[in-house]
């Protein structure tokens, strides 16, 4: 990578951010990590953030809101949601308005990490090194 | 008999199948629920292992759908009982309370670990900067990536021991990797206190292995399926059981990473709320000798549901046994009479003529067919002398007499084309079996349920082989009172219909246990026994 990505998560549900922010950082990215989607997105505004993982149900904010004001502040940040609560109308939703994509709660943390590294490429950036050591792969 | 007689018996004798045909599909519906129930119990307890990322809302969930399906259980067994069992909905009720109660006591009471616990994890001695990190880890050579199934979170590193040289677990180096292809409880006991983590070719989230590993927190990957010939004693690696990782050598980067930072695993409350769903619903140690619970006993909702199952199981059975379940077509077997055979088709009468009976080829239903193939293989290669039944005599009746001192037996079944429910009437109770051959593999499933004891077998060993023989195919088995009961689903038909097989040879085998009877001590030879005469 030219240079370190920055990845948010946001979800008021602590052990979504204890457990996603180990995945993150052995794939190299800087992680920050809220569980209120307020003070997630003051610091979104004045901090460089290119991929944000985000809950959509949560207190404050839900995370379509969410998405919307990041993407009006940054077009070029990929936002990744994730719910305890999927339907296919809010999937669709989310897709409409601009989210890289959609996952469902439990979901194991190599889906998660599937998809940033997807993020990452769409970014134009490298995939992190520690995704290409597997011989099983 | 008169005109007016004859009208009248065909007349009751319709709406005796029509009560037959709804009360068998409520009974398979009744099973289905079982079934799924067992199904998502066993999902959470892969969840508990630690691989997937939850939240409270899937615990709640997953509390709202057990009780939804406990509930399916009790209103099918009012439906096929005639509403005899109407308090079972007040004990359902009370256990849906129970668990919602789990989940309030979880939110409040347990905070203060889980808060000592982060408040721990919160200044880290040490500081592994994530590209650093992540250079590390890519550096190294990773052995497994998402290969098995997470059974308890973790890292560590070690040397490996493995079992398969011969090793005992009790000799296991402290500290160790323990690589196994799969453990039984003793030598897991052992050896999760001393290993540092556990690898293992086989095993399940819900197994042996997985419960003690979570117990002893060791971090665990189970059903790597050739770490014994991939891992030899010695070699050293690092076990990332939190991504499902295994790398050669020692990342040290990554072990410090943990012990810097590294959050506190299964104590956080989210997975100590799911084990406590867990065991307030479904416990996972129920003894084989545990008598059959009374509702006023039902304390979970695993024994409700169990109990309901066997009270509408013995009114499938009573229903069968009596003439309202219609008489039914002769099956002829060939060889001895020792079983009466009836099926009644319900979807209408065979083409042979009833009268004359049928062969088990010329049944119409494929799970029952495949049942009786199994249960008429073993009749035409029996003791007494009467090996290699002659399909011709068998077809015309030639050679059908009692056996001498056998009891007889009774076997009636109810079916369609694509359903089968048989009961086998013994001495001391009865055998049951539901299978389905669905339109796709997740709809083909078996049920069966045998009879704790046989004659002369105040130790309930007729049902412990049973049950082991049930476990050897890969049936989900429950052991209550020493009855077992077993249940299948999700594989093609030919193995289903094989497994149907085997099950139709079992029960043929166990109504005939020969003249040495039952020995709760030969319960593990008998069952090595029949797997070879299936082989």
Known sequence: MSETLRVMVVDDEPIVGRRLRPVLEKLGFEVEVFEDPVLALARFAEGRFEIVVSDIRMRGMDGIALLERVRAHAPRAKVILITGHPSPEVAAEAMAKGAFEYIAKPFKTDALRRVVERAALSLGEMPPPSSSGSSEE | MSWLTRVFRRRASGEDITLLRLRTTRFRQLLGSYASLLALLEDAADKQGGG???????VIALVEQVAELADAVVFDLNVITSHRNLPFYEVADGLRAQLRAVLAQGSGGGSDT???VRTQTA????TVSPSTL???????EVLYRQSGHVACRGVAAGPVCNLSDGRQSGALPPGSVLVATDVEVEQAALAAGRAGAILLDLGSAAGTAARLARELRVPAILGLGDATSRLATGTEVTVDADENVVYRGRVNELLDYYRSGRPGGEDEEEYQLLRSVREAAFPLTVGAGRTEPALSDCRTV??????????????LHELLSTERGGTGTLVRLGGPAWCEVRVVHLDGLH??????GIMPSEVRSRPLRAFLEGFSNHHGTSSAGHHGADHHAAKHGAGEQRMPGLAPCTLRAAATDEHALAVMTLSRGFDMLDATAGGGRESNTVYCRFAACGDGDPEAARGAVAAGVLMRLGFAVSVMAGQASGWLRGLPWAETEDRVRIVGYLFARL???GTAGWERSAVEPDVEAFMRSCA
């Open chain 2, 511 to 513: 109504a005939r246990p």
């Open chain 2, 351 to 356: 083409r042979s003529d009833p009268s004359g």
């Open chain 2, 302 to 315: 695993r024994d409700l549901v169990h109990l309901a199952h066997g009270l509408a199981g013995d009114a």
């Open chain 2, 134 to 140: 992540a250079a590390a880890l890519a550096r190294s």
């Open chain 2, 52 to 58: 997937y990322i939850l939240d409270r809302q899937y």
């Open chain 2, 123 to 126: 200044v880290p001695l040490q």
């Open chain 2, 114 to 116: 889980v808060s000592e």
